[in-house]
């Protein structure tokens, strides 16, 4: 099992650029979410998934999207990327109601 | 939504002491997860405890959910051990965590 597996480890972006936060799990878990941990910050949610095509919003959804066509993957989009996205963004998976298992994250910058 | 607060924020420990970290939650929980979170920035999960006490090796956990908290223990510290504790809550169903703000721990040899 790799488990949560996320890519890429590390992006640069300019203000205004597109790009998407892959993330995939291979351990059948039908929830999964994406969290960004800011400095000296806690984790906060920004959307999760509870199966194949189901999405809902965390608490701090705005400026981001996300799709769940397969158990598998669930990548977070950045449509237009602002400085204040600038932050290391974990992906998560479980079974419902059980230990939550993060990938290794995604350290963003944006200039 | 649910407020978890962690105290204390920071915590220096010799190697071998032992101590406590505290998560309180404002609201009642079904759902109750430690972390630690290691100095490359991993999140390893802990413990998955909405209510009861668990063991595993030095490190322990309860949670006391009519009271709105839960404790981790560490025992006889190692160097190994220093990082970020993370208490993560939720009173709905899956796994939709609010984070505490972490205890920040410095084991030194």
């Known amino acids: 099992n790799a488990g949560v597996t996320q890519t890429p480890k590390f992006q640069v972006l300019k203000t205004g650029q597109s790009m998407t936060l892959q993330c995939a799990q291979d351990?059948?878990?039908?929830?999964m979410s994406w969290y960004r941990q800011d400095p000296g910050m806690g984790l906060r949610l920004i959307h999760y998934?509870?199966?194949?095509?189901?999405?809902d919003q965390g608490e701090v959804p705005n400026g981001y999207n996300v799709s769940r066509s397969t158990t598998e993957d669930f990548p977070l989009r950045l449509l237009s990327a602002a400085p204040s996205q600038t932050s290391v963004y974990f992906c998560?998976?479980?079974?419902?109601?059980?230990?939550?298992?993060f990938g290794n994250g995604t350290r963003l910058t944006v200039t | 939504g649910i407020q978890v607060e962690q105290s204390p924020p920071d915590l220096i420990l010799q190697e071998g002491a032992n101590s406590t970290l505290r998560c309180n939650f404002s609201?009642?929980?079904?759902?109750l997860q430690w972390f630690h979170q290691n100095p490359w920035g991993q999140l390893i999960n802990l413990f998955y405890?909405?209510?009861g006490t668990k063991q595993n090796g030095r490190l322990s956990a309860t949670t006391v959910a009519t009271e709105r908290y839960s404790l981790l223990y560490i025992s006889s510290s190692q160097t190994t051990d220093s990082g970020v504790y993370f208490c993560?809550?939720?009173?709905?169903?899956?796994?939709?965590?609010?984070f505490g703000g972490g205890t920040r721990l410095m084991v030194k040899p």
């Open positions: 998560a998976s479980s079974y419902m109601d059980s230990p939550l298992h």
């Open positions: 351990m059948n878990h039908e929830y």
């Open positions: 998934s509870v199966g194949a095509g189901i999405t």
């Open positions: 609201d009642s929980v079904n759902n």
């Open positions: 405890i909405p209510s």
């Open positions: 993560a809550a939720a009173n709905n169903a899956g796994n939709m965590l609010t």
